[in-house]
């Protein structure tokens, strides 16, 4: 494998993703990592990550000791990129110094990306410089002999048109890395894992949200195990139009899923009732969520009179490094903008043990497993939905008059209009809004007094940010027509014009 030391670069990401696109398998863990971490995974490259840092900040991050001595003795090849350049220079005896023209954005050495203020200065001995920038600062370095390479700039980003090409090169010319990954074997793999894991008499649980994530992870394992995997879809109440239905159909009828629908909308709607605090709606729905859930493995235990051992997780690889961010990245989660629930987020006493067949893999990957899969692609590209539903796009009390359902009809003509003009797969989220306001209208010859909604429609890569979609005017102009036109107790329809950030994609 390709290893990667992240010291907390916004690229170490793009890297991993990047091999990986080579059909190499590669992985990335955080820049401290003891020697232990690192030889357990018996890499064949370990590349070094960029960082915010610089080498000569007390206490900035770097491989432990005996990486060296250890890398040299097992022939391993070591590539540093840009903060990972500096660091093998400084540990083997050359100098980094503060750069005397800094080098942000596009340079010429061939054109590539570079960002950074530090440079290496002194070479270690044995190091040659293979290309300079424009401005003569070292852009390449290596030691053949001894298996070190570094580059200042980043190859991995778009913005250097060669950067895959050199990354290729690296791996199969220079260090002659096979390419021979595919997603077949990482779904052979999982299977023998999870066979490996479940013993005969074992059974597994899994929560379905209707997502994508946990209904791959569930189809992975029903191939892997059959019917000991036990499926559970609850209907909350806060689902959007024809929702369950449409889920269901797919999980019974094309993925033969064993799957118990549980309608508990009328618990989770009348401990919802009167609720507006955002924040205590979410913790709400988690915890009926929990209870839900809790019901069924006790049903199931007394039904198999023994009680499930394993819960399916489809958590993915972005989680699992955000997780544990590297120290001195200066990423923490200590400031929680909102608390999501998701049906994955269940209590730890529940002493079951975590099948999480996804968390190596990212969501366009997990895609391509479910196509493997036989999961229809219509499911594989629906966008996402969060945990608490349509809870999310009510501001205030969800249960305040037939706020659910305007809010459904409202978003049902939004997505069938967005499908019909062939744009779907362009957004990555888009959505109706219940506005708990009342404004003037006229309809017919009467003046109304009824409900205001807005539409939301996003593009993103992956939720952290996101710009807001334009839409032609005649799209807009047809969509509202009709949404006033056919839903009773709609007389205005808004449009949400805000990025993230400032905004967030949901208003909640
Ligand atoms: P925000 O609104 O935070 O959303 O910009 C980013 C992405 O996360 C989804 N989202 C949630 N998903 N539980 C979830 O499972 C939640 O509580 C939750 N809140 C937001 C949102 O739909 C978007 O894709």
């Known amino acids: 494998i390709v290893l990667i030391l992240d010291y907390g670069s916004q690229y170490t990401h793009l890297i991993t993703r990047r091999i990986r696109t080579l059909s190499i398998f590669s992985l990335c863990i955080s820049g401290t990592s003891s020697l232990k971490t690192i030889t357990d995974l018996n890499p ?55 750069g005397e023209k800094q080098e942000y954005g596009k340079m010429v050495i061939e054109v590539v990306w570079m960002s950074h203020g530090d440079e290496a200065v002194s070479l270690p001995d044995g190091f040659e410089v293979v290309a300079r920038s424009e401005q003569g600062a070292v852009a390449a370095v290596e030691n053949k002999c001894r298996r070190f390479y570094g580059l200042q700039y980043h190859p991995e980003v778009t913005h250097s048109p060669k950067g895959m090409e050199t990354l290729r090169h690296f791996l199969l010319d220079v260090c002659g890395v096979e390419a021979g990954w595919k997603m077949e074997d990482v779904m052979e793999e999982e299977i023998k894992v999870i066979r490996g894991m479940v013993g005969p008499q074992d059974h597994v649980i899994c929560a379905l949200s209707g997502g994508v994530d946990s209904t791959v992870a569930a189809t992975l394992v029903h191939k892997a195990i059959g019917e000991r995997l036990h499926c559970i879809f609850v209907d909350n109440g806060l689902l959007r139009c024809k929702e369950q239905e449409r889920v269901m159909e797919t999980f019974e009828k094309d993925l033969h899923l064993p799957v118990t629908c549980v309608d508990a909308s009328v618990r989770f709607l009348s401990e919802l009732k009167g609720v507006t605090d955002p924040e205590k709606k979410r913790k709400i729905i988690g915890k009926e969520f929990i209870a839900v859930f809790d ?68 969501k366009d990957e997990v895609r391509e497993l479910g196509k493997i899969l036989d999961v229809p692609v219509s499911f594989l590209k629906r966008h996402p939905f969060p945990g608490p539903g349509l809870a999310v796009r009510i501001p205030g009390d969800v249960t305040q008059g037939n706020a659910l359902d305007i809010l459904r009809q409202v978003d049902e003509i939004f997505i069938q209009a967005i499908k019909d003009a062939g744009i779907y ?84």
């Not at 040299?72 to 660091?87: A, D, H, P, R, T």
């Not at 998701?342 to 006493?349: E, F, I, T």
């Not at 429609?457 to 807009?476: C, I, N, P, Q, R």
């Open 44 to 98: 064949s490259v370990i590349i070094l990550s960029g960082g915010p840092h610089s080498v000569h900040t007390p206490n900035s991050p770097s491989f432990p000791d005996g990486f060296v001595e250890y890398v040299e003795k097992n022939g391993i090849f070591v590539l540093g990129i840009c903060y990972g350049l500096q660091l093998i220079v400084q540990k083997l005896g050359g100098a980094v110094a503060v």
């Open 425 to 508: 797969d362009e957004i990555w989220q888009a959505f109706a809004v219940f506005l708990p306001v009342k404004t003037t209208g006229v309809q017919g010859d009467q003046r109304t007094h009824s409900n205001a909604v807005a539409l939301r429609a996003v593009t993103s890569h992956d939720g952290m940010t996101a710009d807001w979609y334009y839409f032609e005017h005649k799209f807009l102009d047809d969509v509202s027509r009709k949404i006033c036109n056919s839903v009773r107790g709609v007389n205005r329809v808004c449009l949400d014009i805000t990025s993230k950030p400032p905004s967030t994609i949901e208003w909640e």
């Open 295 to 362: 019901a069924f493995a006790h049903d199931l235990e007394k039904k198999l009179g023994r009680k499930p051992t394993y819960l399916v997780q489809g958590t993915l690889y972005p989680d699992v490094i955000e997780s544990c961010p590297p120290p001195g990245s200066g990423k923490t989660h200590s400031h929680t903008i909102k608390s999501h629930h998701n049906v994955g987020g269940l209590p730890k006493d529940m002493k079951l043990k975590l099948i999480e067949p996804l968390k190596l893999l990212f």
